[in-house]
């Protein structure tokens, strides 16, 4: 089946403490992209990566970091935490589409909370 | 920049009743319009999508049309089902300022009740 893998799905962590959210797709997906979602102001991209070693910024990546060793998984790694960063958190895959449609697939997500 | 507004939710509605959610967008270019949906629990799914000024978009009953002239992309159905509970999210992709970033708007939450 074709999907999108996030782990954890839930992960309750303390300020400071070093963590990370894996992703992995199973496509071949050239595209992937980290998101996270807070009440009243949708998805925002934090990062993004075109191809192996290939990433860069998106609109909100302060406090995290992504790498881009393999294909198939960009993990999200939050340095040390702090509460703001309590959100849900999405990573979706894409490959190019030549009819421009770049239809997202999108993992389950990971609710992280930091106190 | 890209952006996307969508209305305000949450939209109640009784079963069977007719669906609107309202979506305009900013774009620099010529994007691509999608509609994503997520359910309780669950990460978005693409619901329909269209590429170009007056393609309609379909998807499980729901519509879109890609108006250009309006930049909109409102999303309908013409009988809605308590299994259609969920929000629903209006999104673009413009090859101009680079596919790879899909800006969305808040999220609409629907309910519907029996």
């Known amino acids: 089946e074709a999907q999108v893998t996030q782990n954890p799905r839930y992960l309750i962590t303390v300020t400071g403490k070093k963590l990370t959210v894996t992703c992995s797709q199973n496509?071949?997906?050239?595209?992937m992209s980290w998101y996270r979602q807070d009440p009243g102001l949708g998805l925002r991209q934090i990062y993004y990566?075109?191809?192996?070693?290939?990433?860069d910024k998106g609109d909100v990546p302060e406090g995290y970091k992504v790498s881009r060793k393999e294909k198939r998984n960009f993990p999200l790694i939050l340095e040390s935490p702090s509460p703001n960063q309590t959100s849900l958190y999405f990573c979706?895959?894409?490959?190019?589409?030549?009819?421009?449609?770049?239809?997202?697939?999108f993992g389950s997500g990971t609710r992280l909370t930091v106190v | 920049g890209n952006s996307v507004t969508q209305m305000e939710g949450p939209v109640t509605l009784s079963e069977e009743a007719f669906l609107t959610i309202n979506c305009t967008y900013t774009?620099?270019?010529?994007?691509?319009l999608f509609w994503y949906v997520q359910y309780p629990g669950e990460g978005l799914q693409l619901l329909l999508k269209?590429?170009?000024?007056?393609d309609k978009g379909s998807n499980k009953g729901f519509e879109a049309t890609y108006r250009k002239e309006t930049t909109s992309f409102h999303l309908e159905k013409g009988s809605v089902q308590v299994s259609d509970s969920a929000v629903y999210f209006c999104?673009?992709?413009?090859?101009?300022?680079?596919?790879?970033?899909?800006?969305f708007g808040t999220g609409t939450r629907l309910l519907v009740s029996p």
């Open positions: 269209a590429t170009k000024a007056d």
């Open positions: 774009a620099t270019g010529y994007p691509s």
């Open positions: 990566s075109m191809n192996v070693e290939v990433t």
């Open positions: 999104a673009l992709s413009d090859p101009n300022t680079g596919f790879q970033k899909l800006v």
């Open positions: 979706a895959s894409s490959s190019w589409g030549r009819d421009r449609s770049y239809g997202y697939t």
């Open positions: 496509m071949n997906h050239e595209y």
